[in-house]
T-cell receptor, first 114, second 112 residues
Framework: GAGVSQSPRYKVAKRGQDVALRCDPI?????LFWYQQALGQGPEFLTY????????KSGLPSDRFFAERPEGSVSTLKIQRTQQEDSAVYLC????????????FGSGTRLTVV | LAKTTQPISMDSYEGQEVNITCSHN???????ITWYQQFPSQGPRFIIQ???TKVTNEVASLFIPADRKSSTLSLPRVSLSDTAVYYC?????????????FGGGTRVLVKP
């Protein structure tokens, strides 16, 4: 596609529910990142994929967070047993390069846990 | 990654030039300086990137002094639509999987 697409755009979950957030990167992009952005803060790194390999997951806040990119294209961020502190915007970014700052971000999924 | 410091907020008026200075005292030899712009309900958008001296594109200019310990993003003749949060990032763009480290950004409000 022309840009990075994320779905759903908004998600309301009851505390304890599992959620799955989807990212469709730009076709052919090698690198894919997930970020978490709390209200009024800058985005914070969660995890990084190079093709299907998850090379860095140091930013995942707990073992309730899990990300996958099985075929090296679409990625899913899953949060199990959601808590109120998980409420945030989850951003996905992709790049055609392994390094560099030419990343394209999606518009994010706003997750609200009630 | 080098840490950055930038003002929390700035106000300006339409037609004025806006200059946002970012401090990065611990910048490393291989580090580049990159600025992103973020509008409400959108993801960050790349504006400009540089290593030293001056870089200009159709959107902005980036001024980097010789010691590279700071940089200034210059937005010429801003309009209301330039109201956004601007982030300064520093890092080695050649490193595979180099994760972007965002600070708090500078909230720019352009008034009529």
């Amino acid at each position: 596609g022309a840009g990075v697409s994320q779905s759903p755009r908004y998600k309301v979950a009851k505390r304890g529910q599992d959620v799955a957030l989807r990212c469709d990167p730009i076709s052919g992009h090698v690198s894919l990142f997930w970020y978490q952005q709390a209200l009024g803060q800058g985005p914070e790194f969660l995890t990084y994929f190079q093709n299907e390999a998850q090379l860095d997951k140091s930013g995942l806040p707990s073992d309730r967070f899990f990300a996958e990119r099985p075929e090296g294209s679409v990625s899913t961020l899953k949060i199990q047993r959601t808590q109120q502190e998980d409420s945030a915007v989850y951003l996905c970014a992709s790049s055609s390069r392994e390094g560099g700052y030419g990343y394209t971000f999606g518009s994010g999924t706003r997750l609200t846990v009630v | 990654l080098a840490k950055t410091t930038q003002p929390i907020s700035m106000d300006s008026y339409e037609g004025q030039e806006v200059n946002i200075t970012c401090s990065h005292n611990n910048i490393a030899t291989n580090d580049y300086i990159t600025w992103y712009q973020q509008f409400p309900s959108q993801g960050p958008r790349f504006i400009i990137q540089g290593y030293k001296t001056k870089v200009t594109n159709e959107v902005a200019s980036l001024f980097i002094p010789a010691d590279r310990k700071s940089s200034t993003l210059s937005l010429p003749r801003v309009s209301l639509s330039d109201t956004a949060v601007y982030y300064c990032l520093v890092g080695d763009i050649g490193a595979a999987g180099n994760k972007l480290t965002f600070g708090g950004g500078t909230r720019v409000l352009v008034k009529p």
